[in-house]
């Protein structure tokens, strides 16, 4: 059977044996990215439902072709040597993201001008040159953006740049993520008031973990693996930099003039506290990131937020004048503003967090589920890769008389979701608003209330305590009610829940069956039933009560 060139056979057809199973780099060796080589699958895969992709494994390279196993079958497609494959034979780009997509993207025809896409978006703000529009069209461009582990995890601002990169990626480019672990060490005084504290090697390790895990688990491919992307560290060659090497090879091309000019060191020359040596000399090794990576690893493209063109273009101007090349460039996206004019940072209150373990996805979802009409469309055509056309629909239906609130907001949780926390997380986000919904009958069991537990105010007791207790006692001496007789109040208006069942009787005591497998229950009070507002500080309690001891 023949789909758009892929090959399926039934597992029985097939002997692994047959294959000659290489691995990923290989096939890069051979001539091929994997990008490319899915990118091909991309349009098979854009006849299937999200759900059924979420099963889609790449998992075995041949010399000869690509074999993937999906739904129990085995694909595969046959790829001539790269120099025999036309550039139109490459259809679109497929997300390497867990290989998920969603059903209003349009697959990107490759070589799409990458620059123009990102201008209809509202994701440009600058180029270094105009010459990128071209050569983005006419090579393969390798495109990095660097992000100093100054916190453990991304925090939503940060995630421009990854989508950027993904728009790249989807567009047929490499993309590289630089953990700035040296550059961390100085601190960026870009868009700063003042020196940032020093972190210690401990923290920076940690953090460097944290966003690594996030940038693979966003960027990188099913099995875990980075697949076509490009992590690295500007550790690793400035560890070994010495003072004179520095001096001879960076500092003789850097003009002092250009960087005093710099916005990031104008700012801060004006103030009071003025600016150290150490902040200043920033700007030259973001720069001489660009050469070490332009001239080590082929990278033609930095991307960054607009606060980086000082960084960016210290970094081209430099190849200039260091590698004596042309054909570096620089791109830079805008600052992701909320409505009243502020920037998603991480210095807030609230950041809105890419790691799981700093933000569940089901408080990220009910972000994005909670966000302002005013903001939606502008999100979704910011934050998701949805077509745009499928936005200007949201955009229109938004404006109907039938317009069911916070449809809008939901589709852009949904994308924003899936993409950062993959299916699972998106699944879990949608099974704890469901379980949170007073009122709504979900059926429950402990894993999702445990997976709610630490966004809910939540309680521990020994099972026997819980067992045959009253539930006005309960909800008095969880913390749910101040005192019985307003727990008794509610009861009687209908407002008390157990495990989403209203409770009607204030005699009704804890049973067995009410702890969901012997392991939690959950209480909620008041029927405030907008998932919006099932959202941080709901009124739902999960009450675990674990044997002997109980902890959620
Ligand atoms: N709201 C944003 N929109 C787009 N890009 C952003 C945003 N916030 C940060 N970035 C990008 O991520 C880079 C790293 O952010 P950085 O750690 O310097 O600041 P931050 O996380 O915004 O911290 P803070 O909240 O302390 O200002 C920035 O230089 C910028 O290019
Ligand atoms: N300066 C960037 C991080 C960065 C570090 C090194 C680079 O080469 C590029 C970018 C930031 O503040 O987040």
């Not at 098979?44 to 099963?55: D, G, I, N, Q």
């Not at 239906?397 to 926390?421: C, D, I, K, W």
């Not at 699944?427 to 009122?439: F, M, N, S, V, Y």
């Not at 497998?517 to 959950?522: Q, W």
């Amino acid at each position: 059977m023949e789909h758009l060139g892929w090959n399926i056979f039934e597992p029985r057809t097939y002997r692994p044996s047959q294959l000659q199973v290489l691995s990923v780099s290989s096939l890069i060796i051979l001539g091929f990215s994997v990008d490319e080589v899915l990118c091909s699958l991309g349009r098979f895969c854009s006849m299937l439902k999200p759900s059924s992709m979420a099963t889609l494994a790449a998992r075995s390279v041949a010399s000869a072709g690509y074999f993937i196993h999906f739904n129990h079958k085995l694909l595969f497609k046959q790829f001539p040597r790269r120099s025999a494959v036309p550039i139109s034979s490459i259809g679109s780009i497929h997300s390497t993201h867990q290989n998920l997509k969603s059903s209003g993207e349009t697959p990107v025809p490759s070589r799409r001008n990458i620059v123009e896409i990102l201008k209809e978006r509202s994701l440009l703000e600058s180029v270094t040159s105009e010459e990128l529009k071209s050569a983005c069209v006419s090579s393969n461009l390798k495109v990095y953006c660097g992000f100093d582990p100054t916190a453990e995890s991304l925090h939503l601002g940060n995630l421009l740049g990854i989508i950027v990169l993904s728009w790249f990626q989807r567009c047929g480019h490499t993309p590289v993520a630089l953990i700035g672990g040296a550059t961390a060490r100085i601190g960026d005084p870009s868009g700063k008031s003042l020196e940032r504290p020093e972190l210690d090697v401990e923290t920076l390790e940690r953090n460097t973990v944290g966003i690594r895990e996030t940038i693979g688990r966003v960027l990188g491919n099913s099995n875990g693996e980075e697949g076509g992307l490009v992590v690295l560290n500007n550790y690793d060659w400035w560890k070994d930099m010495r003072l004179l090497d520095f001096l001879k090879r960076v500092g003789r091309y850097a003009r002092v003039g250009t960087m005093m000019a710099k916005e990031s060191v104008k700012k801060r020359l004006e103030s009071e506290q003025g600016m150290s040596y150490t902040e200043f000399t920033y700007q030259l090794l973001q720069g001489y990131d660009f050469v070490y990576l332009f001239e080590n690893e082929d990278v033609n493209v930095q991307i960054g937020g607009s606060d980086q063109w000082g960084n960016i273009t210290a970094g081209t101007d430099l190849i200039r004048r260091i590698s004596q090349a042309e054909g570096a460039y620089g791109l830079t996206f805008p600052l992701l503003l909320k409505s009243d004019g502020t920037k998603f940072g991480k210095s807030e209150d609230g950041a809105i967090w890419l790691s799981p373990s700093m933000l569940s996805p089901y408080k990220f979802y009910q972000y994005f589920f909670s966000v302002p009409d005013a903001d939606v469309v502008r999100f979704l055509k910011i934050l998701t890769f949805l077509d745009l056309e499928v936005v200007e629909e949201i955009a229109r239906e938004m404006r109907s008389p039938g317009y069911v609130p916070n449809s809008a907001q939901r589709r852009l949780a949904e994308e924003v979701t899936r993409f950062v926390h993959g299916q699972e997380g998106l699944d879990e986000a949608i099974k704890a608003t469901e379980a949170l919904r007073p009122g709504a009958e979900t059926a429950l069991d402990w894993r999702a209330i445990d997976a709610i537990a630490q966004d809910v105010p939540s309680c521990s007791f020994a099972y026997n305590e819980v067992l045959n207790s009253s539930l006005v006692d309960l909800s008095v001496s969880s913390g749910l009610f101040e005192t019985k007789s307003a727990a008794r109040r509610l009861l009687k208006q209908g407002g008390v829940y157990l495990n989403n069942s209203r409770v009607d009787s204030d005699g009704r005591k804890i049973e067995a069956q009410d702890i969901i497998d012997g392991k939690v229950l959950l209480l909620s009070a008041g029927k405030k039933n907008k998932i919006s507002q099932a959202a941080i500080g709901s009124t739902s309690l999960a009450i675990s009560s674990l044997l002997p001891e109980a902890s959620v």
